[in-house]
């Protein structure tokens, strides 16, 4: 299963960074992507649901690693901080999944 998690996690940030920087989609050149963000009701409301999964994904990184006794999983932050949720989720539980059968210390 960890592989099949590491395969998400590269397709999603390769989907999410293709987008953003243009690679992907057919977007005005002269818009930044940050501007759509909140450019109205619906793009603000995907966006805030976006960034607070984010924020309570990274809480509960944190709680389940510590549970298992491993420490916060700090590869964690900047994949999704940078590059998104689509990538530090199944890059977390890839993670997670490789240190199953490991014994902890």
């Given at each position: 299963?960890?592989?099949?998690?590491?395969?998400?996690?590269?397709?999603?940030?390769?989907?999410?960074?293709?987008?953003?920087?243009?690679?992907i989609g057919?977007?005005?050149?002269?818009?930044?992507?940050?501007?759509?963000?909140?450019?109205?009701?619906?793009?603000?409301?995907?966006?805030?649901?976006?960034?607070?999964?984010?924020?309570?994904?990274?809480?509960?990184?944190?709680?389940?690693?510590?549970?298992?006794?491993?420490?916060?999983?700090?590869?964690?932050?900047p994949i999704?901080?940078?590059?998104?949720?689509?990538?530090?989720?199944?890059?977390?539980?890839?993670?997670?999944?490789?240190?199953?059968?490991?014994?902890?210390?």
């Open positions: 299963m960890a592989k099949l998690y590491w395969a998400l996690a590269v397709l999603g940030g390769a989907l999410a960074l293709g987008t953003f920087f243009g690679l057919n977007y005005p050149a002269t818009q930044s992507p940050l501007q759509g963000f909140f450019a109205n009701r619906a793009a603000a409301t995907a966006t805030i649901d976006v960034l607070w999964a984010i924020g309570v994904f990274l809480i509960w990184a944190g709680v389940d690693s510590r549970r298992a006794g491993r420490g916060y999983p700090w590869l964690i932050l999704t901080l940078i590059v998104g949720l689509c990538a530090g989720l199944p890059a977390y539980l890839a993670m997670r999944e490789s240190r199953a059968g490991t014994p902890t210390a």
